[in-house]
T-cell receptor, first 117, second 112 residues
Framework: NAGVTQTPKFQVLKTGQSMTLQCAQD?????MYWYRQDPGMGLRLIYY???????DKGEVPNGYNVSRLNKREFSLRLESAAPSQTSVYFC????????????????FGQGTRLTVV | AQSVSQHNHHVILSEAASLELGCNYS??????LFWYVQYPGQHLQLLLKYFSGDPLVKGIKGFEAEFIKSKFSFNLRKPSVQWSDTAEYFC??????????FGSGTRLLVRP
């Protein structure tokens, strides 16, 4: 049982380059999330998708776009990478307990360490 | 907007000392509360969770947390820490908007 799988694990980009981080979950969860982790700042929510076909901005969406390709997959795209986007990126998934109810625990991928030079 | 505050950024303890890490959140509606742990170089793992019922919840590895609704708090405790508890600890809150918001984390160093 793979859980949440992220690719790639490591990436170095030059300023201005673009790339897409891939995430897939096999737990049949409705909700998926993208976070960035920076020292001293915890995990900050970039975008989330409460269910297939919907996406919403989180705390720090600028410079990113997302696609909920299907129920399993949720990708994060950097159109023009900047050094400020150097970070560790985590994808997560969880299940909604009910309409308007908070969700259950989130399961995390192993992370992508991105460096923009 | 929902926010989560962890007051202790760095904590250093000796083995067998007791631990309490503070967590406060801002949202007044229905919430789910979580504590996650991240060991060096690894992803986040769930320690414990609160959905409803008994406000004192027990998790893995001897950790427990108490939900105090009137104080918007969900503090993490462990009576006696071990060297292997050295890690970063994150409090998180899920609300009815389906967001899951994390605090800034507490780095715990346990000295043998």
């Amino acid at each position: 049982n793979a859980g949440v799988t992220q690719t790639p694990k490591f990436q170095v980009l030059k300023t201005g380059q673009s790339m897409t981080l891939q995430c897939a979950q096999d737990m049949n969860h409705n909700s998926m999330y993208w976070y960035r982790q920076d020292p001293g700042m915890g995990l900050r929510l970039i975008y989330y998708s409460a269910s297939e076909g919907t996406t919403d901005k989180g705390e720090v969406p600028n410079g990113y776009n997302v696609s909920r390709l299907n129920k399993r997959e949720f990708s994060l795209r950097l159109e023009s990478a900047a050094p400020s986007q150097t970070s560790v990126y985590f994808c997560a998934s969880s299940e909604i307990r009910g309409q308007g109810m908070p969700h259950t625990e989130a399961f995390f991928g192993q992370g992508t360490r991105l460096t923009v030079v | 907007a929902q926010s989560v505050s962890q007051h202790n950024h760095h904590v250093i303890l000796s083995e067998a000392a007791s631990l309490e890490l503070g967590c406060n959140y801002s949202y007044g509606g229905t919430v789910n509360l979580f504590w996650y742990v991240q060991y060096p170089g690894q992803h986040l793992q769930l320690l414990l969770k609160y959905f409803s019922g008994d406000p004192l919840v027990k998790g893995i590895k001897g950790f427990e947390a108490e939900f105090i609704k009137s104080k918007f708090s969900f503090n993490l405790r462990k009576p006696s820490v071990q060297w292997s508890d050295t890690a970063e600890y994150f409090c998180a809150v899920g609300d009815s908007s389906y967001k899951l918001i994390f605090g800034s984390g507490t780095r715990l160093l346990v000295r043998p």
